[in-house]
């Protein structure tokens, strides 16, 4: 069983940089990836970025891409999600998830490619 935690979020003025922390536990994850997804009121929740455990390889969604940044911790087992140049729109909950795959990391943007899912944490961008 995999365990997912969050953390990081809060709140920040537009503009501004947060970093976002996944830790996670219950198994190795040499044949994974893992993604960041965000939540807002009353939408359909959306992908962010991914990264394959095995290599490092990245995807990034457009509205993000530049702005943020995905990345490992090998030694914590841990995934971080920095966030800069935060706009009022960047505001979710944003969630962690983890899954084993093959292939391409663009079809981790799916997040019914993933099994395992972390409780969120709330990112709020204020103009």
């Known amino acids: 069983q995999v365990q997912l935690v969050e953390s990081g979020g809060g709140l920040v003025q537009a503009g501004g940089s947060l970093r976002l922390s996944c830790a996670a536990s219950?198994?190795?994850?040499?044949?994974?990836?893992v993604g960041w997804f965000r939540q807002a009121p009353g939408k359909e929740r959306e992908f962010v970025a991914a990264?394959?455990?095995?290599?490092?390889?990245?995807y990034y969604a457009n509205s993000v891409k530049g702005r943020f940044t995905i990345s490992r911790d090998n030694a914590m087992i841990a995934v971080n999600l920095q966030m800069s140049s935060l706009k009022p729109e960047d505001t979710a909950v944003y969630y962690c998830a983890a899954g084993a795959y093959v292939g391409d990391i663009r079809s981790r943007s799916d997040r019914y490619a993933y099994a395992y899912w972390g409780q969120g944490t709330q990112v709020t961008v204020s103009s």
């Open positions: 219950g198994r190795t994850f040499s044949n994974y990836a």
């Open positions: 990264i394959s455990w095995r290599d490092g390889s990245t």
